[in-house]
């Protein structure tokens, strides 16, 4: 089945540091791919998405490029601030039953 | 636009029981898919509906249901609570359905406690 591997952290990173997530997926024939943000206590927002290889989603300073050949969808962001801290999830969607899967989430603290 | 909203925010129900959660989807939107959150297994799917009727459904036992009314408010319905149920489920409401590439847009959650 389709399956979303990140790493969980947590990530602990000081403020206007480069920050990297990393994200492979399995998955068979073209889904789209999505990164969601949770702050606590809170339901998950949409960061950004790409649908097809080569797509580069990008939102708020974080991108992340749809990469068919290695089957990954990293999260970029050149300077995170404080306000970052927060659980990042990488997601795919092809349709049928199983509506998005989601990788184990990544915690990610930022430091001042 | 307002977002999606769910109520309750909270619940504490008892093993045995049953409990009722309730999502209002963003207008416009005819799509509502429900999600368990748990530290344990993550973020699971378990169901969809679309224009009143379930699409897509994952693998969960049939004590969870759901159901959506005709303004594409959704309701979903957990049977004979066991503690395992306890958990945040999460609604999120979209243009289009499954693998079209819509976003889906989360609510809150209502975070379920089953003593």
């Known amino acids: 089945g389709d399956s979303v591997t990140q790493m969980e952290g947590p990530v602990t990173l000081s403020e206007e540091a480069f920050l990297t997530i990393n994200c492979t997926y399995t998955a068979t024939g073209y889904p789209s791919l999505f990164w969601y943000v949770q702050y606590p206590g809170e339901g998950l927002q949409l960061l950004l998405k790409a649908t097809k290889a080569d797509d580069k989603g990008s939102n708020k300073g974080f991108e992340a490029t749809y990469r068919k050949e290695t089957t990954s969808f990293h999260l970029e962001k050149g300077s995170v601030q404080v306000s970052d801290s927060a659980v990042y999830f990488c997601?795919?969607?092809?349709?049928?039953?199983?509506?998005?899967?989601f990788g184990k989430g990544t915690h990610l603290i930022i430091q001042p | 636009k307002a977002g999606v909203t769910q109520t309750p925010r909270y619940l504490i129900k008892t093993r045995g029981q049953q409990v009722t959660l309730s999502c209002s989807p963003i207008s416009g939107h005819r799509s509502v898919s429900w999600y368990q959150q748990t530290p344990g297994q993550g973020l699971q799917f378990l169901f969809e509906?679309?224009?009143?009727?379930?699409?897509n459904k994952g693998n969960f036992p049939g004590r969870f249901s759901g159901r959506q009314f005709s303004n594409s408010r959704s309701e979903m319905n957990v049977s004979t609570l066991e503690l395992g149920d306890s958990a945040l489920y999460l609604c999120?409401?979209?243009?289009?359905?499954?693998?079209?590439?819509?976003?889906?847009?989360f609510g809150p959650g209502t975070r379920l406690t089953v003593t």
């Open positions: 999120a409401s979209s243009l289009g359905g499954g693998g079209q590439g819509y976003e889906q847009y």
């Open positions: 997601a795919l969607d092809r349709g049928g039953a199983d509506g998005l899967t």
């Open positions: 509906y679309f224009s009143e009727t379930q699409r």
